[in-house]
T-cell receptor, first 114, second 110 residues
Framework: AQSVSQHNHHVILSEAASLELGCNYS??????LFWYVQYPGQHLQLLLK??????LVKGIKGFEAEFIKSKFSFNLRKPSVQWSDTAEYFC????????????FGKGTKLSVKP | DAGVIQSPRHEVTEMGQEVTLRCKPI?????LFWYRQTMMRGLELLIY????????DSGMPEDRFSAKMPNASFSTLKIQPSEPRDSAVYFC????????FGPGTRLTVL
């Protein structure tokens, strides 16, 4: 069965620091990859997605993620975080043309200190 | 498009009462998902539908929970009878190629 691992449970950064959140998945075939963000008290919102093509994907709010197939990874990055990026970040994967559900990681809480 | 619509946004009820949560997916999406989120257990997939047919309900906690999708534009999640441990935020999501979440229903069972 597919699984998604997010390495960090809680990350604390100061404003302007660079961010990288790890995400690894276990599936050897073609996958679609997603990052979602959940701001405090809100629902999950799509940050970015990868279906095919350029493995470096740019999302909203200055976030990007790089798909490295050989490492089964899809890490999320942002060069300079802001206090408003404080949220929980979820990585997710699904197998196209297979079951429709997304497999979510357990999430990484990001706290940005002003 | 208005996105995924859920109602009510907040529900407070007493133990033993029936609770019905409602969801309208994004038009044209053929998948619909029900999730539950708590601090202790995180985000849990309860059940999902494809073209109105339940595909996987293995996440439904117990028989007190039931979900229906009578047509492509409406789904319900029912808890009968409700218990305090059902208190959580319940999210509905729909998907074409990408999954989009509704705003959630915050359920409190006293």
């Amino acid at each position: 069965a597919q699984s998604v691992s997010q390495h960090n449970h809680h990350v604390i950064l100061s404003e302007a620091a660079s961010l990288e959140l790890g995400c690894n998945y276990s599936y050897g075939g073609t996958v679609n990859l997603f990052w979602y963000v959940q701001y405090p008290g809100q629902h999950l919102q799509l940050l970015l997605k990868y279906f095919s093509g350029d493995p470096l994907v740019k999302g909203i709010k200055g976030f990007e993620a790089e798909f490295i197939k050989s490492k089964f990874s899809f890490n999320l990055r942002k060069p300079s975080v802001q206090w408003s990026d404080t949220a929980e970040y979820f990585c997710a994967v699904n197998v196209p043309r297979s079951q429709g559900n997304l497999i979510f990681g357990k999430g990484t809480k990001l706290s940005v200190k002003p | 498009d208005a996105g995924v619509i859920q109602s009510p946004r907040h529900e407070v009820t007493e133990m033993g009462q029936e609770v019905t949560l409602r969801c309208k997916p994004i038009s044209g999406h053929d998948y619909l998902f029900w999730y539950r989120q708590t601090m202790m257990r995180g985000l849990e997939l309860l059940i999902y539908f494809n073209n109105n047919v339940p595909i996987d309900d293995s996440g439904m906690p117990e028989d007190r929970f039931s979900a229906k999708m009578p047509n492509a534009s409406f789904s319900t999640l029912k808890i009968q009878p409700s218990e305090p441990r059902d208190s959580a935020v319940y999210f509905c999501a729909s998907m074409g190629r990408t999954q989009y979440f509704g705003p959630g229903t915050r359920l409190t069972v006293l």
